[in-house]
């Protein structure tokens, strides 16, 4: 059973307010509710206009976002708000009524992106698609899945990664990406339009992740590492991912030897096996990590993921 925790975040806009969940809460659909009457639909939503300042309910695929009337601050009532929503997620009540999901199609735009590696296109789309990083490397991997099964049913798809909103494809050598990419990009469109389940819950929170090489978590628990090691998870997760990310891949801190000053990281996605992961890692991640880190790591080796 799901056990869903709500964390709230600040916005751009004064008055709005997000409540993040750790596992989606619609299908790929977004929803706007101006009054009580327009959120006959939603169940949640009907429940949290009751409180007096709400003057908006927007649900997504893993949040609530409110838009408050000016009676009250959000530091007043934010946690009161927020424990709301997880008790109501909890108690298995639906945030949208079933008749009508089945009845809602969601538009979706796919891009493609070459990355650094030949073999590896990485497929954009406008929506989230995963809460955490996962990849898989065979249909075997996929089992809790439902869309890198289905994509491994392609003969030329070797593995899958995802993250975020966008699929890393990584192909045979026996196909080249014009011949194929447009039908990927028009599956996976067609795919996501009809609101099927990209994976199941294995992605979507750390824990039932325990023991599956294939799921990466987003944030890595750094409490028990050393605390050279936690500079150098910190170091990568704010310089280093997100370059990585850019290019279809995923980095992660895997060790650090104290005695060898040896850095460790798992290379994911595009990065996997990518010709030039090892000028990056020589000429950027070490050479970050060396000057950063002053007399504390000597090198930095990869294992592809």
Known sequence: MKNYTITPSTTSHEGIMKF??????TQHISYEFANIEEAKISPLAQQLFHLPFVKQVFLAQNFVAINKYDIVEWNDVKNEVAEQIQA??????????????????????????????????KFV?????????????????????????????FPFVK?????????????????????????????????????????????NQAETAIGQENVTSKEIDVTHLDHVSQQIV?????????????????????????ETKKVSVILQGACSGCPSSTFTLKNGIENMLKEMLPGKVSSVDAING
């Open 20 to 25: 993040e969940a750790n596992y989606f809460i």
């Open 88 to 121: 109501y997620l909890n108690s298995g009540e639906p945030v949208i009524k079933a008749e009508v999901t089945t009845k809602k199609k969601m538009p979706v735009t796919i891009y493609a992106e070459s990355t650094p590696n030949p073999s590896v296109q």
């Open 125 to 153: 789309a406008n929506k989230k698609l995963v809460l955490q990083t996962v990849e898989y490397k065979n249909i075997d991997d996929a089992v809790d899945a439902p869309l890198p099964t289905a994509l491994f049913n």
């Open 159 to 203: 593995e899958v990664f995802l993250d975020d909103n966008y699929v890393s494809i990584t192909k045979y050598d026996r196909v080249e990406w014009e011949e194929i990419s447009t039908e990927i990009r028009e599956f996976l469109r067609d795919y996501l339009e009809q609101g099927k389940d990209v994976v199941l819950e294995v992605t």
């Open 234 to 258: 910190s170091i990568i997760e704010e310089y280093v991912k997100p370059a990585v990310a850019s290019d279809g891949g995923n980095i992660q801190f895997q060790e650090y030897d104290p």
